[in-house]
T-cell receptor, first 115, second 112 residues
Framework: SAVISQKPSRDICQRGTSLTIQCQVDSQVTMMFWYRQQPGQSLTLIATANQGSEATYESGFVIDKFPISRPNLTFSTLTVSNMSPEDSSIYLC????????????FGSGTQLSVL | DAKTTQPPSMDCAEGRAANLPCNHSTISGNEYVYWYRQIHSQGPQYIIHGLKNNETNEMASLIITEDRKSSTLILPHATLRDTAVYYCIVSGGTDSWGKFQFGAGTQVVVTP
């Protein structure tokens, strides 16, 4: 298995500010992903965090709003920029250790509330 | 849109088997079926996955029909701690790198 640590676990932020969420894995992994879960909704993939290159974003998500870094094979950050109340969600980091068709492991998530 | 269809909710009595259905009629030959569950805003927890054959682990059994268009997750002896939202996900093939598309899932409530 993979142990994923996400920080912060929760935060309350003011509109117009930015928050950076960290995801640390206890071992090197091939793939890292960021998901969003809006209140009462299912999970939606934001982007794939690519090591050493720009993240790959899903439709509806852009780099200016959700910049992502992945400096190595165990760490990634997601920034939620210029926040509005609509950004209030749970943000989840997930990883896939090695090959294709392998299961995903998820972090415990970051509960973000924007006032 | 999600590639799977699940009933929105299901009740189950504690100690009984819970059978959770999932339809994935457009599944392609190299796509796997995955099951996860999410307990009240925690990160999703992996349960089981399979391609063609039935699978069993310490948590559950996965039964995939011969035409692979549907599957059933079986929790053999449901406990109160199994109350959660259960997600059936189809993923794999050329775009197989973890791009799991979550549907609405099934809210399972286990009652005493």
């Amino acid at each position: 298995s993979a142990v994923i640590s996400q920080k912060p676990s929760r935060d309350i932020c003011q509109r117009g500010t930015s928050l950076t969420i960290q995801c640390q894995v206890d071992s090197q992994v091939t793939m890292m992903f960021w998901y969003r879960q809006q209140p009462g909704q299912s999970l939606t993939l934001i982007a794939t965090a690519n090591q050493g290159s720009e993240a790959t974003y899903e439709s509806g998500f852009v780099i200016d709003k959700f910049p992502i870094s992945r400096p190595n094979l165990t760490f990634s950050t997601l920034t939620v920029s210029n926040m509005s109340p609509e950004d209030s969600s749970i943000y989840l980091c997930s990883v896939q250790r090695t090959g294709k068709n392998e299961k995903l492991f998820f972090g415990s998530g970051t509960q973000l509330s924007v006032l | 849109d999600a590639k799977t269809t699940q009933p929105p909710s299901m009740d189950c009595a504690e100690g009984r088997a819970a059978n959770l259905p999932c339809n994935h009629s457009t599944i392609s030959g190299n796509e796997y079926v995955y099951w996860y569950r999410q307990i009240h805003s925690q990160g999703p927890q992996y349960i089981i996955h399979g391609l063609k054959n039935n699978e069993t682990n310490e948590m559950a059994s996965l039964i995939i029909t011969e035409d692979r268009k549907s599957s059933t997750l079986i929790l053999p002896h449901a406990t109160l701690r199994d109350t959660a939202v259960y997600y059936c996900i189809v993923s794999g093939g050329t775009d197989s790198w973890g791009k799991f598309q979550f549907g609405a899932g099934t809210q399972v409530v286990v009652t005493p």
